[in-house]
């Protein structure tokens, strides 16, 4: 054999490509992270696994909105070492900022990388993998189109961040705390990883951050113009929004959503429905503005789907208050409510005022609260039997039958039997009913389903 031949098969002896698992609790921003060092570990030439217990590095992205996420935080970080615990651990996120030097002490974390030095996620860990290799060399960057990440890890909903941090200071939020002040990306940063995912196979993408409706509050944009820049400059068969505070919209923002690429759904959390509850968590909207909001974009669009998020019990809360809030929930009815007992984080103005709500009292709201949700969405489903949607099919439950999940432009769960369906394709189909226990919209296949083509 030629000396050549020799060094070259040593060449290929040396090189180890590094298999990576992302793991991620808490907002749509987490996921989002993920999937661009996904992408950026991928141009290095590694590969992304959904095998925990196979991978050589492990990179949890942490959560700390609540105590329990601050707690499910520390138990998910022990569960990945017991798991695997030969694998490098990377710790980043809310958590890991807040507090830093803990969890640097915590069993089998290798390196712990705070919210401010995100963009260096992947380079300091091919560095900690490079000194921790002895004879193995760690493969170089290729050259050429890798996949996309986002579908090796069996997603089909690319989240794009589009800022991060926030300039506001709600008095009970830590996440701002951890996040900093607002920071905005380019619009043309942000079309070409819209358009690059495009390319590769997805069909849908949501705009998340931090504070999504302060988008360009540094840039000199706004999210009204980054909306009109992707729908112009993008081929994109599907756009959604993350949570948005209501207060950042103009008059005429929902004016977009005459462009049917936009979806018909927002998330926008109100907190209470009580005035004065959200005089003291510092919120800048009061209920009849954002009722007024509600009534515009229920105008402007059809069927128009409004979520929200709600705090029960929050400092001082009183049963008239909560009253005012049960009303109001009632009175404007949404989708769906994401019900959040008070919990006092250390370093917010919050944790430290009077008249603490007492954990039943807290309870027993969520739990009245979640009742009035329940009803709330079943009324909000039961309009839409008798119409049709195009539908994204996202998963497959059960072969045997053919059953599939998917969501519906208003981000309605919807089923059907068709084991004719391709994973992340989009079908227009009637809306027959919706299932028994009330959760989501039924299709039964009574009339032929169209298949979409894709856009541009």
Not at 79 to 87: E, G, I, S, T, V
Not at 368 to 386: D, F, N, T, V, Y
């Amino acid at each position: 054999m030629s000396v050549f031949l020799i060094e070259f098969a040593q060449y290929l002896t040396n090189i180890r490509i590094v298999y990576i698992n992302f793991q991620a609790l808490g907002c749509r921003l987490n996921e989002a992270e993920l999937e661009t060092w996904a992408n950026q570990f991928m141009r290095h030439g590694h590969q992304v696994t959904t095998d925990t217990a196979k991978a050589d590095v492990v990179v949890f992205n942490s959560c700390a909105v609540t105590a329990q996420a601050d707690r499910k935080s520390r138990q998910q970080i022990g569960r990945l070492q017991r798991k695997n615990p030969d694998a490098a651990l990377v710790v980043t996120g809310c958590h890991a900022t807040l507090n830093v030097d803990t969890v640097k002490n915590y069993l089998g974390v290798d390196l712990v990388i705070d919210n401010q030095h995100k963009e260096q996620l992947v380079e300091q860990t091919l560095g900690l993998l490079a000194s921790q290799t002895r004879n193995n060399r760690i493969i170089e960057p290729v050259l050429g189109e890798s996949p996309n990440a986002l579908l090796l890890r069996g997603r089909h909903r690319g989240f794009i961040k589009i800022q991060d941090g926030c300039r506001y200071r709600c008095t009970y939020c830590i996440v701002t705390i951890a996040r900093g002040m607002e920071r905005s990306r380019s619009e043309a940063e942000i079309l070409a990883e819209i358009n690059l995912l495009h390319q590769q196979g997805v069909r849908e993408i949501a705009l998340t951050g931090v504070h999504v409706g302060g988008y360009g509050s540094d840039t000199g944009s706004s999210l009204y113009r980054l909306l009109n820049e992707i729908l112009q400059h993008s081929d994109i068969p599907r756009i959604r929004l993350a949570s948005v505070e209501p207060w950042d919209l103009p008059d005429n923002f929902f004016e977009l959503f005459r462009d049917p690429r936009l979806m018909p759904h927002m998330h926008l959390p109100i907190q209470s429905g009580s005035d004065s509850v959200l005089r003291r968590m510092a919120r800048r909207c009061k209920t009849d503005e954002f009722a007024r909001l509600i009534d515009r974009a229920r105008e402007a669009i059809p069927l128009f789907n409004v979520t929200t998020d709600l705090i029960t019990g929050f400092p001082g809360e009183s049963e008239q208050e909560w009253r005012q809030t049960m009303n109001f929930i009632a009175r404007t009815g949404f989708g769906h409510v994401h019900i959040f007992p008070f919990s006092a984080r250390a370093g917010t103005k919050a944790a430290r005022l009077p008249e603490q709500v007492d954990a039943v009292t807290k309870k027993e709201r969520s739990r009245e609260m979640h009742s009035l949700s329940a009803e709330l969405k079943q009324r909000e489903l039961a309009r839409h039997p008798g119409t049709r949607a195009e539908v994204l099919w996202e998963q497959q439950i059960n072969s045997d039958l053919g059953q599939w999940i998917g969501y519906t432009p208003h981000y309605h769960r919807i089923t059907t039997m068709n084991p004719e369906i391709d994973a992340a394709s989009i079908t227009e189909v009637s809306i027959d009913g919706v299932s028994t226990d009330g959760l989501m919209l039924v299709n039964n296949i009574r009339q032929p389903q169209i298949a979409i083509a894709e856009i541009g």
